[in-house]
């Protein structure tokens, strides 16, 4: 079964700092990967997919990179600002529709 | 989370009581999914629906049932509710091509 890890389990940044969140998962043979935000309350709004084939993807302020042969995947978050805190989660997709795979998720604070 | 819709958003039950949880979307999917969310265990996919008609367990069905019996709605079905049911629930449905996955904004269960 896939083992989805996200370090570290909450952040705190101030305002304006950039930042990197980890996600890992034990099984590369992955379609591809999610990454998601959850503010409290709320559901999940999905913020970039990263097809297996790619290296890279970017919106706006966020960028997502994916090394599946180490079983890895970070979002960078360019210029934090306090709208910014949430929960970020990562979920690499298998190679059925059933096989999706959650991470506790990185609650990010970013201070005024 | 617009295209999916939960009905309702907050219930409170009694060990024993049973509801049904309700999921629509407007986007013409296929694949729907059932997802509860507990507090430093992510995401877990309780059932889902490849099609209309079909439904299969995912990582914790027991004391569960669905049904897909259109295109548009996937229910959740607890017959005898357990406080181990007190969670969030989560629909999600899965885009084709990309194979990316949208939520609705939860229910929160609360058994007593």
């Known amino acids: 079964k896939q083992e989805v890890t996200q370090i570290p389990a909450a952040l705190s940044v101030p305002e304006g700092e950039n930042l990197v969140l980890n996600c890992s998962f034990t099984d590369s043979a992955i379609y591809n990967l999610q990454w998601f935000r959850q503010d409290p309350g709320k559901g999940l709004t999905s913020l970039l997919l990263i097809q297996s084939s790619q290296r890279e993807q970017t919106s706006g302020r966020l960028n997502a990179s994916l090394d599946k042969s180490s079983g890895r995947s970070t979002l960078y978050i360019a210029a934090s600002q306090p709208g910014d805190s949430a929960t970020y989660l990562c979920a690499p997709k298998g190679d059925n529709f059933n096989k999706f795979y959650f991470g506790s998720g990185t609650k990010l604070n970013v201070k005024p | 989370n617009a295209g999916v819709t939960q009905t309702p958003k907050f219930q409170v039950l009694k060990t024993g009581q049973s509801m049904t949880l309700q999921c629509a979307q407007d986007?013409?999917?296929?694949?729907m999914y059932w997802y509860r969310q507990d507090p430093g265990m992510g995401l877990r996919l309780i059932y889902y629906s490849a099609s209309e008609g079909t439904t299969d367990k995912g990582e914790v069905p027991n004391g569960y049932n669905v049904s897909r019996l259109n295109k548009r709605e996937f229910s959740l079905r607890l017959e005898s509710a357990a406080p181990s049911q007190t969670s969030v629930y989560f629909c999600?449905?899965?885009?084709?091509?990309?194979?990316?996955?949208?939520f609705g904004p939860g229910t929160r269960l609360t058994v007593t």
């Open positions: 986007m013409n999917h296929n694949s």
């Open positions: 999600a449905i899965l885009t084709g091509g990309k194979d990316e996955q949208y």
